[in-house]
């Protein structure tokens, strides 16, 4: 029984805001980052018979707190997979998502082809940026910097015949510096890889990751803004800092090499 209770926590002890859910891969087995086919599909019928309203990042950073439970789908890296596998689950599911893409790396291998981000698009899709070509951003020469996130929101506007307001740091690195770049380079909405519920109308939209080890108790639990998840997986990002630090230092292309084997 006890178990029981503390798997259902009470909403008096939920954190308040909404989840945004950060998945990368969906089905890929050469990607250990990817959710399972199947239970994507679970997560999304789960957020269906939660009652929860699928909500964009767009609409969620122009929105005000709202009495219905709402969630937020993302994607990072743009990976094919998501195309093969998340995007008809989500058309079946009658849902949408955002996707967050480097240019410089669309219709490589392994990623999606411009084709098919149009061909998503036009079916509810939205897409945004994810840098040029998923450096760590915080870390770059100012001019460099400003290049990356400028050539990458042009190069979606061009593409897409829309704004690119939306910017998701890769590997969730982002300080004050890189805030005020990427504002200088034009955008407006800002998704990190910060564990934690958002707070509707904030420009900073916080997201939690949904991988191949969640389960769908787990799952529930992100819905439900429990905070022992939240605090748990805050918990491995601070401990793993130290040594992505030590990585980024002394062997930065470890990190920035391949942008799917790097969980954010
Ligand atoms: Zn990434």
């Known amino acids: 029984m006890a178990t029981r209770q503390l798997a259902q926590p009470s909403r008096r002890f939920a954190l308040r805001g909404t989840p945004f859910?950060?998945?990368?891969?969906?089905?890929?087995?050469?990607?250990?980052?990817?959710?399972?086919?199947?239970?994507?599909?679970?997560?999304?019928?789960?957020?269906?018979?939660?009652?929860?309203?699928?909500?964009s990042v767009e609409t969620f950073a122009a929105s005000q707190a709202s009495g219905t439970p709402r969630v937020g789908i993302t994607f990072d890296d743009g990976l094919l997979s998501v195309y093969e596998q998340a995007f008809p689950r989500l058309l079946a599911a009658g849902m949408s998502a955002d996707f967050f893409l480097c240019t410089a790396?669309?219709?490589?291998?392994?990623?999606?082809?411009?084709?098919?981000?149009?061909?998503?698009?036009?079916?509810?899709?939205?897409?945004?940026?994810?840098?040029?070509?998923?450096?760590?951003?915080?870390?770059?020469?100012?001019?460099?910097?400003?290049?990356?996130?400028?050539?990458?929101r042009t190069i979606l506007e061009d593409r897409l015949g829309r704004p690119a307001k939306c910017l998701a740091f890769p590997y969730g690195?982002?300080?004050?510096?890189?805030?005020?770049?990427?504002?200088?380079?034009g955008f407006e909405i800002f998704c990190t890889s910060r564990p934690w519920p958002a707070t509707a109308g904030v420009?900073?939209?916080?997201?939690?990751?949904?991988g191949q080890n969640t389960t769908l108790v787990e799952f529930d639990r992100i819905l439900d803004g429990d905070p022992f998840i939240y605090s748990r997986h805050m918990a491995r990002n601070v401990?793993?800092?130290?040594?992505?630090?030590?990585?980024?230092?002394?062997?930065?292309?470890?990190?920035?090499?391949?942008?799917?084997?790097?969980?954010?």
């Open 21 to 55: 859910l950060m998945f990368h891969g969906v089905g890929a087995e050469s990607d250990r980052y990817a959710v399972e086919s199947d239970r994507f599909s679970s997560f999304l019928a789960r957020i269906r018979q939660r009652g929860f309203a699928q909500v």
């Open 105 to 152: 790396l669309v219709g490589t291998s392994g990623y999606l082809s411009w084709a098919q981000v149009v061909e998503m698009q036009r079916a509810g899709m939205s897409f945004h940026s994810h840098g040029h070509r998923h450096y760590y951003l915080s870390h770059l020469p100012r001019a460099l910097l400003l290049s990356e996130l400028t050539q990458s």
């Open 173 to 185: 690195s982002y300080n004050r510096f890189s805030l005020d770049i990427a504002r200088e380079a």
């Open 203 to 210: 420009p900073l939209i916080h997201r939690i990751a949904v």
């Open 239 to 264: 401990s793993l800092y130290p040594f992505k630090q030590l990585v980024l230092r002394f062997a930065p292309s470890l990190l920035g090499a391949r942008a799917n084997k790097e969980p954010a």
